[in-house]
């Protein structure tokens, strides 16, 4: 768990990093930089042989549950862009335990830092009205299985890729911006297991996301 906190550390940092970047180079082309911060929840997916792989990987498996979502980002948005902002964005998603094979609790938390690319269709102005946005990043999972009674304590981490595509709304303000966010998002990740060698994980998500734009 440590370790998945100071690599998401470093990411937002480096995130951030990109944002201040963005808005100096901004300054000097007078391109649009809008930043944003989220909050949501999804339903994590298991595909192909994922269970079977949990299996393998300390002697138990669980039902997938649902997570918290945070996420952070940025896009340029030229108005010659008619509605297309490019940009970088962080998602972390951190489920709860559940009670999985013979009792024992599992946690499943997993995040991915990526580019992104969001379209307003209809309107074709940025941070307005309906739009569809896709994001193909890099990240990790974590899965854990706890049983503090008789001291049984296993992790097994995963690297890989993310896609991501979703549909929303946004509401315009003054300042801000408000936008409700559907999210499909597929990770192909790989591990290695103790003692047999490299496995692989697909993984996913359907959720629902609010982000506040500015």
């Given at each position: 768990m440590n370790k998945s906190i100071l690599t998401l550390a470093a990411s937002i940092t480096c995130l951030f990093t990109q944002f201040a970047e963005?808005?100096?180079f901004t300054e000097k082309t007078r391109f649009p930089v809008y930043g944003e911060l989220g909050l949501g929840f999804g339903q994590t997916l298991f595909f192909s042989d994922m269970k079977a792989q949990l299996i393998k990987s300390y002697g138990?498996?669980?039902?997938?549950?649902?997570g918290n979502n945070l996420m952070m980002g940025f896009y340029i948005a030229p108005?010659?862009?008619?509605?297309?902002g490019l940009?970088?964005?962080?998602?972390?998603t951190f489920g709860t335990s559940v009670t999985g094979d013979n009792g024992d609790s599992y946690i499943f938390n997993y995040y991915n830092l990526a580019i992104t690319a969001k379209y307003?269709?209809?309107?074709?102005?940025?941070?307005?009205?309906?739009?569809?946005?896709?994001?193909f990043g890099f990240g990790q999972f974590t899965t854990k299985r706890v049983n503090e009674a008789v001291n049984l304590y296993k992790h097994q981490y995963a690297i890989g890729t993310s896609?991501?595509?979703?549909?929303g709304y946004t509401i315009p303000f003054k300042k801000t911006a408000l936008s409700f966010e559907a999210e499909f998002d597929y990770s192909n990740r790989n591990g290695t297991i103790d003692?047999?060698?490299?496995?692989?994980?697909?993984?996913?998500?359907?959720g629902g996301n609010i982000i506040l734009s500015f």
């Open positions: 963005a808005q100096t138990g498996a669980f039902d997938p549950n649902i108005e010659n862009w008619k509605g297309l940009g970088s964005r962080i998602k972390g307003y269709v209809i309107n074709r102005e940025f941070n307005k009205g309906l739009y569809i946005r896709g994001s896609l991501m595509g979703g549909i003692g047999l060698g490299d496995a692989g994980y697909k993984s996913g998500q359907i």
